[in-house]
């Protein structure tokens, strides 16, 4: 018996050890993973507009702050377009961007049926800054550009249309999140070449969005690690509860034979909260349970019940004048 007290007191030790390393390492990835996240998040927030002014040819300007009056494309004198792109980022980039614009012809199924303009790339560099911001102002042939689309229209397309595009493109590195970024954004315009009457209202784009990357590649990671911490750590609280619990084999027996001792003899016994002064009485210890009993119906007192250590000992008295009856109820080693 006490070989296995050792035994379960050493394996105690340990598997608390081993819990509390599993708690320290818990708390070390669960906080590694709450600051990957944040510093794996970048935040960008990107607004972007593209249209154009129309001057026709009695001098008229339409923009879109002046949209109450139509004008037919064939009063159309000059067109400016001009596009602005702002993106910002909460924290330090480096790298470059490019744009470039292009201009096509289409029909209205969408398909392309000319090219009739394409700038050049231009590039730029972004050393620890956080804000690109690209606005250009173009002229667009307008006129030109409806001659062509007469010369080569099909005699099924009626709905002809001058789409300008504007493409951006980075590449961007950010030390925190370790990581390259790629991304393009295309802005659209759309200039009809239908004669009828029209309501100025350029296709423009515009856009607002804030969003954090998924750049998170270690969080599962950091997740999978805590969770098996966590698992390890219940485990060994389990194990020792049960160890400990092996270490104390009277508790159950101990339990289940007082609650027989009581039901069986429930009609004499009273439960007390403290166990009384005995110290002015003659104190008479006896054997047998039954012995206590008849003290009991003899001299028509109750048994009182007081449990004196829990789960281990529980002392019965009858108390008289001058003498005490006791009976003193445990699980001995020596009894098992």
């Given at each position: 018996?006490?070989?296995?007290?050792?035994?379960?007191?050493?394996?105690?030790?340990?598997?608390?050890?081993?819990?509390?390393?599993?708690?320290?390492?818990?708390?070390?990835?669960?906080?590694?993973?709450?600051?990957?996240?944040?510093?794996?998040?970048?935040?960008?927030?990107?607004?972007?507009?593209?249209?154009?002014?129309?001057?026709?040819?009695?001098?008229?300007?339409?923009?879109?702050?002046?949209?109450?009056?139509?004008?037919?494309?064939?009063?159309?004198?000059?067109?400016?377009?001009?596009?602005?792109?702002?993106?910002?980022?909460?924290?330090?980039?480096?790298?470059?961007?490019?744009?470039?614009?292009?201009?096509?012809?289409?029909?209205?199924?969408?398909?392309?049926?000319?090219?009739?303009?394409?700038?050049?790339?231009?590039?730029?560099?972004?050393?620890?800054?956080?804000?690109?911001?690209?606005?250009?102002?173009?002229?667009?042939?307008?006129?030109?550009?409806?001659?062509?689309?007469?010369?080569?229209?099909?005699?099924?397309?009626?709905?002809?249309?001058?789409?300008?595009?504007?493409?951006?493109?980075?590449?961007?590195y950010n030390d925190s999140i370790d990581k390259n970024m790629s991304y393009?954004?295309?802005?659209?315009?759309?200039?009809?070449?239908?004669?009828?009457?029209?309501?100025?209202?350029?296709?423009?784009?515009?856009?607002?969005?804030?969003?954090?990357?998924?750049?998170?590649?270690?969080?599962?990671?950091y997740l999978i690690i805590c969770l098996e911490f966590s698992g390890a750590?219940?485990?060994?609280?389990?194990?020792?509860?049960?160890?400990?619990?092996?270490?104390?084999?009277?508790?159950?027996?101990?339990?289940?034979?007082?609650?027989?001792?009581?039901?069986?003899?429930?009609?004499?016994?009273?439960?007390?909260?403290?166990?009384?002064?005995?110290?002015?009485?003659?104190?008479?210890?006896?054997?047998n349970f039954d012995d206590l009993v008849e003290a009991s119906s003899t001299?028509?007192?109750?048994?009182?019940?007081?449990?004196?250590?829990?789960?281990?000992?529980?002392?019965?008295?009858?108390?008289?004048?001058?003498?005490?009856?006791?009976?003193?109820?445990?699980?001995?080693?020596?009894?098992?």
């Amino acid at each position: 018996m006490k070989k296995r007290r050792v035994l379960f007191s050493i394996l105690i030790v340990l598997l608390t050890i081993l819990t509390v390393i599993s708690l320290y390492f818990l708390y070390y990835f669960n906080a590694k993973r709450k600051n990957n996240n944040y510093q794996n998040a970048l935040k960008i927030t990107e607004n972007s507009k593209m249209s154009y002014d129309v001057i026709t040819s009695n001098g008229t300007l339409y923009n879109s702050n002046i949209k109450t009056s139509s004008y037919t494309t064939d009063d159309i004198k000059d067109i400016t377009a001009y596009f602005n792109y702002n993106l910002v980022f909460d924290k330090d980039v480096e790298g470059n961007y490019t744009y470039y614009i292009v201009g096509n012809i289409v029909d209205d199924t969408n398909n392309i049926l000319k090219e009739v303009y394409r700038s050049e790339d231009y590039k730029y560099e972004i050393t620890n800054g956080n804000i690109i911001n690209l606005t250009n102002y173009f002229d667009v042939n307008y006129s030109s550009f409806k001659s062509t689309y007469n010369d080569i229209k099909t005699n099924t397309s009626t709905n002809g249309r001058l789409v300008y595009q504007v493409v951006v493109s980075y590449s961007l590195y950010n030390d925190s999140i370790d990581k390259n970024m790629s991304y393009s954004k295309t802005l659209e315009m759309t200039i009809p070449f239908t004669s009828t009457n029209i309501k100025y209202n350029p296709s423009s784009t515009y856009s607002f969005k804030e969003f954090s990357n998924d750049l998170h590649a270690n969080d599962n990671t950091y997740l999978i690690i805590c969770l098996e911490f966590s698992g390890a750590s219940l485990l060994f609280v389990l194990i020792i509860a049960l160890l400990m619990e092996s270490m104390n084999p009277h508790k159950n027996i101990y339990a289940s034979e007082l609650k027989k001792l009581i039901e069986k003899n429930k009609s004499h016994i009273i439960k007390i909260s403290f166990l009384p002064d005995l110290s002015k009485k003659d104190v008479l210890f006896v054997d047998n349970f039954d012995d206590l009993v008849e003290a009991s119906s003899t001299f028509m007192l109750p048994i009182d019940y007081v449990e004196i250590a829990k789960n281990m000992e529980a002392v019965f008295l009858v108390i008289m004048d001058k003498y005490t009856y006791v009976y003193k109820f445990s699980i001995k080693d020596d009894k098992k």
